[in-house]
Nanobody, 123 residues
Framework: QVQLEESGGGLVQAGGSLRLSCAAS????????MGWFRQAPGKEREFVAA????????SYADSVRGRFTISRDKAKNMVYLQMNSLKPEDTAVYYC????????????????WGQGTQVTVSS
């Protein structure tokens, strides 16, 4: 059973940085795609970034490209989201997700989800 656990959320001022972590367990992830999504109050869950576990091919939402970086550590079974130049509109619950297919940006394409971690950016 795949388990994903996020950590690293918190309160930060606009312009600051945070690094989110996702601990993945339960199987080998060599054929998986790992993604980060976020959901703000009253809004739909939206794609942030994704990475292929095997060769680290990445994809980003336009709203975060150039500010956020997704990475993974095979040895530790960890996925990270480095968030720089944070803006108040980045405030949301951030979720780690996994799927065994291709890099995709729809939540429905992901099979496994963590519980989420809150990120709040103050202005």
């Amino acid at each position: 059973q795949v388990q994903l656990e996020e950590s690293g959320g918190g309160l930060v001022q606009a312009g600051g940085s945070l690094r989110l972590s996702c601990a993945a367990s339960g199987r080998t992830f060599s054929s998986f795609v790992m993604g980060w999504f976020r959901q703000a109050p009253g809004k739909e869950r939206e794609f942030v970034a994704a990475i292929t576990w095997s060769v680290s091919i990445t994809s980003y939402a336009d709203s975060v490209r150039g500010r956020f970086t997704i990475s993974r550590d095979k040895a530790k079974n960890m996925v990270y989201l480095q968030m720089n130049s944070l803006k108040p509109e980045d405030t949301a619950v951030y979720y780690c997700a996994a799927n065994s297919g291709l890099v995709r940006s729809q939540p429905t394409d992901y099979d496994y989800w963590g519980q989420g971690t809150q990120v709040t950016v103050s202005s």
